[in-house]
């Protein structure tokens, strides 16, 4: 006899278990569907086709590392086939998964990720007489990815309490803008680099300004605020800083700070603990933001803000003045990774000279799912991909050098596109609350 529940108040009969329990959800095949596809196309670029050489070498240690690890040479067709053939077999894993119901967890595209990657480097530089400095390779891509990240928190910041921060391209060309000028005003990096904040918030200030003041659509005020900051910027370059150039627009460099023997581990201390100041502030922000957001009492509250206004006014969270204050520290935090462009790499301040990186780190926090530890992980791809196209570039590839200079756009469209999957933002995200 099969076993029946009890039957609601009111109802014709008994009810069974299978007739009660909740309805599967429907297999979604898109990710093995894309892992498939990726490793087929990558087995026959990388592990079918002829290489450019026999050989591929790889260079690990550094001049200052504890012990010197030999430079790896590997048969290039084969490790790309092996490294292929890999990919194919855990694609082959995410289709069992998918139709038996399981979860892979977040090894699976990780593990996929860097065993394609090996396998396209091992491609690309198969013959080279200069070998591909791995530790640089890492080292150059989180350097680069400081302004990502840095722009991506800002959007953190902003969204998860309904503002929706489409200026941060703006906030980081300000930001690089007024490090430029008190850098060189004072001859301190570090004089520039607390500089900075201050023009990414007076940026924020006008988004949250009209936002909530006058209820403009925030995302047609961050475009505006976006070309106002260029517009002005660019101005005050042909008009001042052109004609001061010595005096206005020559910032020194922040130093790189080597942390005494964790700085000497291979392969780690380069990458992590051989950088400038601007790269530990990013830890330590990362860090607190990832506590605050998720762990306390004010995270709580900015969150309850950009799900539910009304419900947080009703507890007696003031909605209009906690996304005045999380906006403005938004913009400050993008205008720290404005600093980057200038003081941190002792560049003068130039027209445009974000090329756009406020965009890319609007994708990366989509692609982080509006954590601070999701846009550092998203922002690090993308660091990589712009390095990775600088690295070939000096080294020499067969790929033709305007498709390298294509690879960090082309990633950011297809991580957003492909690796995202169903996401969803703050409820009240870009919704002006009237009380």
Known sequence: MSAVTAAPAGSAGPVSPVAAAKPLAPISWRAPIGYGVVS???????????????????????????????????????????????AVALAAVSVQATR??????????????????????????????????????????????????F???????????????????????????????????????????????????????LLVFFAIRYLVDQIIVGVVLNVLVVGVTSYLFSTVLKENAATLNTPPRLGAIEIPV????????????????????????????????????????LRAVGEHPKAADTVGINVNRTRWRSTLLGGAVAGLGGAFFTVANGLAF??????????????????????????????LLFGFADNLQVVLGIIGTPIPSQIMLMTPYVVTIFAVAGLVGRVRAPASEGIPYVK
């Open 40 to 86: 087929v196309v990558c087995l026959f670029l990388f592990g079918l086709l002829p290489a450019s050489g026999r050989t591929t070498t790889f260079t690990v240690s550094t001049g200052k590392d504890f012990f010197q690890i030999d430079p790896v040479t590997v048969p290039s067709k084969t490790t790309a086939l092996v490294l292929t053939l890999i």
């Open 100 to 149: 038996t119901r399981r979860k892979t967890g977040v090894w699976l595209p990780v593990v996929f990720g860097v065993v394609l990657v090996v396998a396209f480097l091992t491609w690309a530089v198969a013959g080279k007489q200069q070998p591909l400095p791995l530790t640089g390779l890492l080292q150059g891509s989180l350097f680069l990815a400081v302004p990502l990240v």
């Open 151 to 205: 722009g991506a928190l800002a959007g953190v910041l902003c969204e998860r309490s309904g503002i929706i921060n489409v200026a941060i391209d703006g906030q980081l060309l300000a930001g690089a803008f007024l490090a430029a000028v008190v850098a060189s005003l004072t001859h301190s990096a570090y004089a520039g680099l607390i500089a900075a904040p201050i023009a990414g918030a007076l940026v924020s200030a």
């Open 262 to 301: 964790l700085s000497q581990i291979p392969v780690i201390g380069p990458v992590l603990f051989r950088q400038t100041a601007l790269v530990y502030l990013m830890y330590i922000v990362v860090a607190l933001l990832q506590v605050l957001v998720f762990r306390s009492r004010w995270g709580l509250r």
């Open 350 to 379: 130039g027209k445009e000279m974000t090329g756009g990186k406020g965009f890319i780190a609007l994708a990366a926090m989509i692609l982080g799912r509006w954590s601070p530890r999701g846009a550092l992980a998203a922002a």
